[in-house]
């Protein structure tokens, strides 16, 4: 599933994994002045490892498979990385709204979903203009995922996967529409909408100063006391525009001020 990473956002890609190199990394951004907020993608074959890093520390995971995504605790992430064979290492940096819209995508089950031979894209973002609430709106294709933000019911930000594929004429929800009905031209696309936006900080989440002198990797892997195992989100469910209830996460945390 491709996330639509914005091109100049890559620090390294396709890193061979190893613990040294990842406490290394931690430690090297933690001596850096300006807080580092990112995503690191380890891949293995079909499934993506994603972990937030915010203020340049662990923040928050999630696994990627075709049709699924799973929220999981910190611990989960570095225990599934050193078991697999040869995973690969990509860093993003990313801003906080892109942060904030992927953490929403990983943790929150959509309020609505159709594709968009049921729905008219056009009066749903109006109707979203009315709320004048804090949404994300996603389509959802072969190739990945379209990300958009909305605040007080405007469109403010667009992360497309292919960004030259994108009319560079009218607003942008000009360009969104014309780009949806473009695409949807030749296949429909599943369109998802969030309204409960509030993210959650893994519930193992630890400062620096907890890992830093052990290692990242070593002190996530350290036996902690047993939780309750994250609820899988599917991608992949009956289509139709019905509320669903979202998942209850813990300890809601505060993410930058968009």
């Given amino acids: 599933m491709k996330i639509p990473f914005p091109q100049d956002s890559l620090v390294f890609s396709q890193q061979p994994y190893s613990s040294q190199f990842l406490n290394s990394l931690f430690q090297k951004y933690q001596k850096k002045p300006k807080p580092f907020i990112g995503v690191l993608v380890a891949h293995d074959h079909s499934q993506d490892l994603l972990l937030f890093i915010l203020q340049g520390e662990p923040y928050a995971a999630a696994f990627l498979e075709t049709g699924l995504i799973e929220p999981v605790d910190l611990s989960d992430f570095f225990l599934t990385l050193v078991t697999l064979k040869k995973p690969l290492l990509s860093l993003y940096s990313i801003d906080p709204v892109f942060f904030k819209a992927l953490m929403v995508f990983c943790q929150k ?150």
Avoid: H, W
Wanted: with cysteine.
């Fill in 109 to 258: 089950r959509p309020s609505m979903r159709a594709t968009t031979e049921l729905i008219d894209l056009e009066r749903l973002l109006k109707e979203l203009e009315d709320e004048e609430k804090e949404v994300i709106l996603t389509l959802r294709q072969e190739e990945g995922i379209d990300f958009f933000y909305l605040r007080g019911g405007k469109l403010i930000e667009t992360y497309y996967l292919v960004p030259e594929a994108v009319s560079k004429e009218g607003s942008l929800i000009e360009q969104l529409l014309v780009y949806t009905y473009t695409a949807a031209s030749k296949k429909p696309l599943e369109v998802l909408v969030y309204r409960d936006v509030q993210v959650s900080a893994a519930r193992d989440m630890a400062p620096a100063t907890a890992f830093l002198s052990l290692g990242v990797v070593e002190y996530f892997l350290l036996p902690k006391p047993e939780v309750v195992t994250s609820q899988k989100l599917a991608l992949v469910e009956p289509l139709g525009s019905q509320p669903i209830n979202p998942p209850t996460l813990p300890c809601p945390a505060t993410v930058p001020e968009l």
